[in-house]
């Protein structure tokens, strides 16, 4: 007779810990001695009256968690996105809770599951390996990015890390820009190598905040980092390439566009590959905004971009239609942030349409282009022919909205040539930008600017490892299957339907180097992704997969330096491995294919 | 209904509708695709705009109000358009999205 299996929403672990620390203090004496002997023969984080757990919980109910958690005097860590949405998904909360109260949690409705850390083999270096095959590459083409300048556009770098100094102590970096500007005042600080090495020897104190956020840290590791603070061990792909970092303060398009022509000026002769881990989704996604211009306008031979392709495969910020006459097409969104949030709503030209803003008491207002403040929010609705595009463009703007009430935006086609809508949203956090469209959203198109520009080589995420040793213990994500596509990554094509992404590469997970005194080094939530001596973390997101390309495209640089975007990205769509998960090429998850980089530098003829 | 046709972005419209304070902005201008960076900086310049970069086929620039409205009419202008917020893209299922 097949035995039926136990239903549990704790791990194996979880119930055995829950059934031994019931267990201690018994009469009966085996199970006593047994429990004892477990405990004690446990590291510490499995002993003790708390323990850290991963709870998957449904997250309309999210609030009954949070309570619990509350109730029995335990602590929230961290929660993710979805949990914060409240969308009708799953998310997870991070939390630390009784021992006691384990037993109690296997019992709770909402509860998806509960799991614990576990023992297990370190794997830390995977997205060498079998994934993309850069060992293997490497081995037969000895490459390693000298001569190439790999530029950062992002939050800063932190140059005091090891993994950006050479042997004897000096700087790897060519120049640290500063494009700043705060309070509406642009300036441009400019650091240079001679700066920076009297700054590592004490002799000047004059340079700005190294990483704030640790993220721009965190991606020229994975490009060009050469892994001195591990003995080699997160070596990034191009250890011997020069890096120009460029710190955007804010990070704003702007500054962005500042910092790639100083990077591009910068690099002078010498062959340059930039690194844009960052994206934004306001604009008309069709390459005309003011990143994709000057990425096309920027790029040429031996000028390449490359950009992450966005985290919001299943964000839910996007939502596309097709206009019918005589019927009225309605975009609901929910107010997720109550500070503010945008729609923008593409309508082709030539299509003729009336619009209204309906607020949750039903009223039905147009979009005049005039600030309204009701007693639902104050929102600004204009009506638009967008001067780039010449697309239609309804943009609505909400402040002070009311969480959790619902807005809709109504279109009545009086005549319909084209027909074909899109929709974006968003907040001015990225952690409340999730399930503005609930329902109606759709995961295609939502690649983000400037992943979308033309020119820009846009990269999606895979998962290359499932678990990963951090300082407090090895973190186990074995619902993740390695060599599938991340859930997060992006989905193309763009709107006018050119396809992006280009390609996927490892981004879940890749460890790195740490900026000290950074966000990701002080977070308490991060505790279970820094490494054991603080030098490195370990992060996933497109963000991640997109340096670890750049650094690719350095090594090909080194052999032919006036390559274009266009050869580049022709020999990648060629030599991107195809399986089963990718199914047929290109298409809309995986571009076309996942990087292969012993292929491609074969391809590429790479002789010596 | 018509959209209306304005070389101003929408962020730029509300801007602009608001009580003039002095106050300047950073804007990116669109130049026309048969128009010279080098003149449209001068020319900005002549218009009382503090330029910041100039770029293939965009400068960037301090504006006023009012001057935002009248560099939108210029004619080797295509667009006018405020900075966008850009967010880095890492994403951890253990910490806060930044």
């Avoid at chain 1, 829950?18 to 023969?41: D, F, M, N, Q, W």
């Avoid at chain 1, 499995?46 to 029995?72: H, N």
């Avoid at chain 1, 920027?298 to 939502?319: D, K, Y």
């Avoid at chain 1, 309906?358 to 009701?374: F, M």
């Amino acid at each position: 007779m097949a035995s039926l299996p136990r239903r549990s929403s704790l791990d194996s672990q979880l119930l055995l810990r829950a059934h031994l620390a019931s267990a201690v203090g018994t009469s009966e004496p085996s199970t006593h001695e047994l429990a004892v002997k477990y405990l004690e023969s446990r590291v510490e984080r499995l002993a003790g009256d708390e323990i850290t757990v991963k709870m998957l919980v449904d997250t309309p109910a999210a609030d009954e968690a949070f309570a619990w958690i509350k109730e029995q005097e335990g602590t929230v860590i961290s929660a993710d996105t979805a949990v914060n949405s409240r969308a009708d998904i799953v998310g997870l909360i991070l939390a630390r809770i009784p021992v006691a109260a384990l037993l109690e949690a296997n019992r709770l409705p909402w509860l998806r599951s509960m799991e614990a850390s576990r023992l297990l083999h370190p794997k830390l270096d995977v997205a060498r390996g079998q994934p993309t095959r850069l060992g293997e590459a490497l081995a037969a083409y000895p490459l390693a990015g000298d001569g190439v300048v790999v530029g950062i556009i992002d939050t800063g770098i932190d140059w005091l890390h090891d993994d950006f100094c050479n042997e004897n102590g000096t700087t790897r970096i060519d120049r640290y820009v500063h494009v700043s500007s705060q309070s509406g005042i642009p300036q441009i600080s400019m650091y240079t190598r001679e700066d920076l090495n009297k700054a590592l020897q004490g002799l000047s104190k004059n340079i700005p905040p190294r990483d704030d956020l640790g993220h721009g840290t965190h991606c020229a590791s994975i490009a060009a980092g050469n892994g001195n603070a591990s003995k080699g061990r997160f070596r990034g792909v191009a250890p011997d390439a020069t890096i120009v970092a460029v710190r955007c303060d804010p990070l704003e398009d702007a500054n962005v566009i500042e910092g790639l022509q100083l990077l591009f000026e910068i690099a002078g002769d010498r062959p340059a590959v930039a690194n844009v881990s960052l994206g934004s989704h306001r604009g008309g996604h069709d390459g005309t905004s003011a990143m994709e211009v000057a990425i096309d306008r920027m790029s040429g031979p031996g000028r390449i971009v490359v950009a992450a392709a966005g985290n919001e495969g299943i964000s839910g910020i996007h939502l596309s239609g097709e206009l019918a006459e005589g019927s009225d097409f309605i975009v609901n969104f929910r107010v997720a942030d109550p500070d503010y949030q945008y729609v923008d709503v593409w309508i082709p030209r030539g299509d003729k349409v009336d619009l209204y803003i309906e607020p949750p008491d039903g009223t039905s207002l147009v979009p005049d282009g005039t600030l309204q403040t009701i007693q639902h929010g104050t929102f600004f609705a204009v009506f638009v022919e967008d001067a780039l595009n010449r697309d239609q463009h309804l943009a609505v703007e909400l402040w002070d909205g009311i969480p959790e009430e619902e807005w809709k935006i109504r279109i009545r086609p009086q005549e319909v040539l084209h027909g074909k809508i899109h929709a974006w949203a968003g907040t001015n956090h990225p952690r409340t930008s999730f399930g503005l469209f609930q329902a109606d959203a759709s995961p295609d198109c939502t690649v983000c600017i400037p992943a979308t520009a033309t020119r820009a080589i846009a990269v999606g995420s895979t998962v290359n490892r499932n678990q990963f040793i951090s300082a407090v213990g090895p973190q186990d994500y074995s619902y993740l299957t390695p060599g599938e596509l991340s859930s997060f990554s992006s989905h193309g094509p763009t709107r006018l339907g050119v396809q992006k992404p280009d390609v996927v590469a490892p981004g879940q997970f890749v460890t790195a180097a740490l900026a000290e005194g950074s966000f990701f080094y002080k977070e308490p939530a991060l505790e279970l992704n820094r490494s054991v001596d603080g030098s490195y973390i370990t992060l996933q997101g497109t963000s991640m997969s997109a340096p670890f390309v750049t650094g690719v495209i350095a090594l090909l640089l080194e052999r032919e330096p006036e390559l274009s975007t266009e050869e580049i990205r022709k020999r990648l769509q060629i030599t991107a491995h195809r399986d089963q998960t990718t199914g047929r090429v290109w298409n809309n998850e995986f571009g076309f294919g996942k990087l292969d980089v012993l292929a491609f530098l074969q391809y590429s003829g790479v002789t010596f | 209904m018509e959209p209306s046709r304005t070389r101003l972005a929408p962020g730029l419209i509300r801007w602009t509708q608001e009580p003039d304070r002095g106050d300047r902005r950073l804007v990116i201008v669109h130049i026309s695709p048969s128009g010279d960076p080098a003149a449209a900086v001068a020319e900005l310049k002549r218009l009382g705009a503090v330029v910041h970069h100039a770029g293939p086929g965009l400068v960037t620039a301090l504006v006023t109000r009012a001057l935002a409205n009248e560099v939108a009419e210029q004619p080797w202008v295509l667009a006018v358009v405020d900075p966008t917020p850009m967010f880095p893209v890492p994403l951890s299922s253990s910490m806060p999205a930044s």
